[in-house]
T-cell receptor, first 113, second 112 residues
């Protein structure tokens, strides 16, 4: 196990609702990255947090937002949920810097009806 | 933008057989990561390669990065049912934050 935890494990929401996903990073890691993985696809980078600030963002709309807390844990918030937001959401923790390995949590499976 | 293509998309092998999965990048690779994923679960880190010609092994899995740093292969020797899963290659996108770009994965099934 990596020491990265995510909650909840599964979630069902309806279109238009809002959702908050949580991630606790591995001990000693100061960076959290979030990815969305649709069925049959590889993970897509949403954004990364370092020192409580967004440190890079992929091609996702502003209704995807996040937070990082002083203990390096993080939240992913998605507003105005759409059917296409149904996916596995993965967080990965690492030490900041290129070439540093990212260690993934077990993911949160979100279903939007 | 950089893209990673994995082949084959899926693979069914008999237990004990060897197999190879390939990952080809549209651009030079600065860092290539191999992960394994069981269906619907998180990614398990296997290996990371950075230098052209680099080769790393862990138990029965060997990963190589070619000299031109645009292609990597993952080779499993004497496959076991425990090797079944989805294998994903990921590349450092070259940005300052070091986020990863992934291929679509190769689904491996091992028949006992």
């Amino acid at each position: 196990e990596t020491g990265v935890t995510q909650s909840p494990t599964h979630l069902i929401k309806t279109r238009g609702q809002q959702v908050t996903l949580r991630c606790s990073s591995q001990s000693g890691h100061n960076t959290v990255s979030w990815y969305q993985q649709a069925l049959g696809q590889g993970p897509q980078f949403i954004f990364q947090y370092y020192r409580e600030e967004e440190n890079g963002r992929g091609n996702f709309p502003p209704r995807f937002s996040g937070l990082q807390f002083p203990n390096y844990s993080s939240e992913l918030n998605v507003n105005a949920l759409e059917l296409d937001d149904s996916a596995l959401y993965l967080c990965a923790s690492s030490v900041q810097g290129r070439g540093e390995t990212q260690y993934f949590g077990p993911g949160t499976r979100l279903l939007v009806l | 933008s950089q893209e990673l293509e994995q082949s084959p998309q899926s693979l069914i092998v008999q237990e004990g057989k060897n197999l190879t999965i390939n990952c080809t990048s549209s651009k030079t690779l600065y860092g290539l990561y191999w992960y394994k994923q069981k269906y619907g679960e998180g990614l398990i880190f296997l290996m990371m390669l950075q230098k052209g010609g680099e080769e790393k092994s862990h138990e029965k899995i060997t990963a190589k990065l070619d000299e031109k740093k645009q292609q990597s292969s993952l080779h499993i020797t004497a496959s076991q049912p425990s090797h079944a899963g989805i294998y994903l290659c990921g590349a450092d996108n070259g940005g300052s934050q070091g986020n990863l770009i992934f291929g679509k994965g190769t689904k491996l099934s091992v028949k006992p």
